[in-house]
């Protein structure tokens, strides 16, 4: 009995000692699937411990900016307490830079707001001193670069950095708060030398309307619409500055994202090159913003809203963390700007912060300050954190076989990480595996990636069958022609027929009024070349064919899921709305058209989409996404025959003049209109009713 227990005692130990021990994730990782749903994910990283109390340093006070500097050790810009404190990796505290001797008189720092090191030098924003003081390795005393002086800078331009950065050159790149100019480059001297990345002006188009209408002196008093500021910058490897702003009107980002734009106009994130432009890939799914899912204009219900971007941490293999400042969460990104995972959170317990302000990646953990709580929280990288480096490292290499071997993996862990299913189709395009790609970009829905698959494959089944591709399509224009002139022919050979006029006469004949509407439509109304019943059968046609685009569509082409009721709705609701407005307008402004040549002469002019839907259906599965927009173009010409053809109909049919025919058809439309607002109005009251009647019901039933 000993022996059992002794053996159960060894297993617990020797799972315990296995073990690292983590706190319980206070929040959701999650990612955004390629339509925007939040979708939970793993955890990449989980808090491990947080500290607050520094040893000799004691506590901070409103921290401003937390790095690594060239030494390996922890720096932190310690606001409040107008010093900067530097830390070993066991957090304790190797010196506390406060006060110090320039130039045999005593300086001190005051308020200072953001670190960076470079060349064996630590450089520090000496924010309410109005200046750069940079220290050497031993965090010894090196020199100051005072405000910059030159003609292009504003007369009350105040020189306040909050952020620094420093190239290999030694050039020295400076964000000034309240400088809306750009970031400021100067040499390594610090000699002023120009703006880099200057934003572009953003306004509101509500308060646009608005000014137009304003007196000289509101709109003096108003806002101007003036440059965004940045908030903070950090240099690459290869010298490229990344910069952050939280100043880009609301509706600007949320039209951004909705377009899944790739530019940088309303982009709260930027890398930027020498030469001042920006060179931030915005490949995945939505651009590097943080949050997607926000109202265009703030609500009371709304949580959350568009985050504010605030700093850009660098980590391994090119892939960037951005801070959001609103929500306190952490989103990470790849190089070509995917959404890997995103966490953190408002709250008190580990793992949340009262106000998260900067993030430092140091071997492999990352150091989130706060600066409200003036503490670190140390976040340590998960076997699921470690596998998603490691697939970015084999996509950055271009081993694409073996990393769509660890997507797989990550889809084991992760089945609803759209990115997965993204590598592992990449994976077969570089792998010339199209139709495979193919079905996996449509298993989350990705079209842009899907058309190029697509579009490939469609190349090399050209290459083997593109001479039958040739063959059939002449086949199908010599028909169509030969149809036609057979219509054409047969409907001549009608023209002085005494028989009763047969259902396949009277379907033929519209092949005539489309081309002929004036002598075409005035058959049908005073030779019975039409009837209701084909007039019907073309309406039939017509709704079967919508429904069939609807639900038969290509992929590429079809606008998200297709609905028999809305199909359908589409074209009998403006139908029934134009027929009906047509005979009560007409009726008492000497139409000569009866309720039933409305009908009839409405149906007919529905003919050019019966005759473009079918073929353009076809069509749609072998477009590419760039190509859609032929079945747009020719959609838009069998509407605008089909207009035309109805304005000639009501025109032929009540015997109007073209000026008469052309006001009456706007009444109409505005008749259309507003009967269907009355519909609205109708239905809505009556809904209405029920619910009061039905709330009624319910009130007796559950007191009885």
Request: negative net charge; hydrophobic residues 50%.
């Given at each position: 009995m000993k022996w059992i227990k002794l053996f159960f005692v060894m297993i617990f130990s020797a799972i315990l000692l296995s073990m690292t021990v983590f706190a319980a994730a206070p929040y959701d990782t999650y990612t955004y699937s390629y339509e925007g749903k939040m979708q939970v994910s793993p955890n990449a990283y989980l808090p491990k411990n947080k500290i607050t109390n520094f040893g000799e340093a004691g506590t901070l006070n409103a921290p401003?900016?937390?790095?690594?500097?060239?030494q390996g050790n922890i720096v932190i810009a310690d606001t409040d307490n107008n010093r900067v404190v530097v830390l070993n990796k066991n957090y304790e505290t190797v010196t506390l830079i406060g006060s110090f001797t320039a130039e045999d008189k005593e300086d001190s720092l005051k308020a200072p707001r953001g670190v960076y090191s470079a060349g064996g030098m630590l450089y520090v924003a000496d924010t309410e001193n109005a200046r750069i003081v940079v220290f050497d390795k031993e965090y010894k005393f090196n020199r100051i670069i005072e405000a910059p002086s030159a003609s292009i800078l504003p007369d009350n331009f105040i020189f306040k950095p909050r952020a620094v950065a420093v190239d290999r050159a030694g050039h020295i790149y400076v964000v000034s708060m309240n400088t809306n100019m750009g970031v400021l480059a100067l040499d390594r001297d610090g000699k002023f030398e120009g703006f880099v990345g200057a934003q572009r002006v953003t306004a509101n188009p509500i308060e646009l309307f608005w000014r137009m209408f304003m007196s000289e002196a509101q709109l003096e008093r108003s806002n101007n619409f003036v440059p965004m500021e940045y908030k903070n910058l950090t240099m690459d490897a290869k010298g490229f500055v990344y910069v952050v702003t939280s100043s880009i009107d609301r509706y600007s980002l949320f039209s951004a994202i909705n377009s899944r734009s790739g530019a940088s106009t309303?982009?709260?994130?930027?890398?930027?090159?020498?030469?001042?432009?920006?060179?931030?890939r915005r490949n995945g799914f939505y651009p590097p913003v943080g949050d997607v899912n926000f109202k265009a204009y703030p609500n009371a219900r709304e949580k959350g809203g568009p985050s504010?971007?605030?700093?850009?941490?660098?980590?391994?293999?090119?892939?960037?963390?951005?801070?959001?400042?609103?929500?306190?969460?952490?989103?990470?990104?790849?190089?070509?700007?995917?959404?890997?995972?995103?966490?953190?959170?408002?709250g008190t317990v580990l793992g949340l912060f009262r106000s998260l302000v900067s993030v430092a990646y140091i071997d492999g953990q990352l150091l989130a300050l706060d600066t409200l709580d003036n503490s670190i929280t140390v976040f340590e990288k998960t076997e699921y954190g470690h596998l998603l480096d490691e697939v970015v490292t084999l996509e950055k290499n271009r081993e694409f076989d073996k990393s769509a071997e660890l997507w797989q993996e990550v889809i084991i862990n992760n089945n609803n990480f759209d990115m997965a299913y993204l590598g592992i189709g990449k994976s077969q395009l570089e792998q010339s595996r199209y139709k495979e790609a193919m079905g996996t970009f449509k298993l989350f829905g990705n079209k842009e990636y899907y058309s190029k698959a697509y579009n490939l494959h469609r190349q090399e089944q050209l290459d083997k069958y593109g001479m039958g591709v040739l063959f059939?399509?002449?086949?199908?224009?010599?028909?169509?022609?030969?149809l036609f002139k057979a219509a054409k022919k047969y409907n001549r050979s009608r023209k002085s027929s005494a028989e009763k006029r047969t259902i396949f006469e009277e379907l033929a004949y519209s092949l005539h009024v489309i081309f002929h509407p004036f002598d075409g439509f005035w058959d049908i109304k005073h030779d019975n070349r039409g009837s209701v019943r084909s007039a019907t059968v073309l309406l039939s046609l017509t709704a079967l064919f919508f429904v069939v685009r609807d639900f038969s569509s290509g992929y590429l082409s079809s606008n998200g899921e297709a609905s028999l009721i809305t199909g359908l709705g589409g074209l009998l609701i403006p139908l029934v709305l134009w027929c009906s407005a047509n005979w009560c307008l007409t009726s008492v402004a000497d139409g000569k058209g009866s309720f039933k040549n409305i009908y009839i002469a409405s149906c007919y002019s529905l003919t050019p989409l019966i005759l473009f839907m079918p073929p353009l259906t076809i069509i749609s599965h072998f477009l590419t996404l760039d190509e859609t927009g032929i079945i747009t173009a020719v959609m838009g010409v069998a509407f605008a025959w089909m207009a035309l053809l109805l304005f000639f109909g009501m025109m032929t049919t009540h015997d109007y003049s073209l000026p008469?025919?052309?006001?009456?058809?706007?009444?109409?439309?505005?008749?259309?209109a507003f009967m269907l607002f009355l519909v609205t109005v109708f239905f809505n009251l009556v809904g209405s009713m029920v619910s009061f009647f039905d709330g009624i019901y319910n009130e007796l039933s559950f007191r009885s």
């Open positions: 401003g900016d937390i790095i690594k500097d060239e309303y982009a709260p994130v930027k890398k930027i090159n020498s030469a001042g432009t920006d060179v931030l504010s971007i605030i700093e850009v941490c660098l980590l391994d293999n090119e892939m960037y963390l951005i801070v959001d400042e609103n929500q306190s969460k952490m989103f990470v990104y790849d190089s070509y700007g995917n959404l890997m995972y995103a966490f953190g959170g408002n059939i399509v002449i086949v199908a224009i010599i028909g169509l022609v030969w008469k025919n052309m006001i009456i058809t706007i009444f109409v439309i505005v008749s259309m």
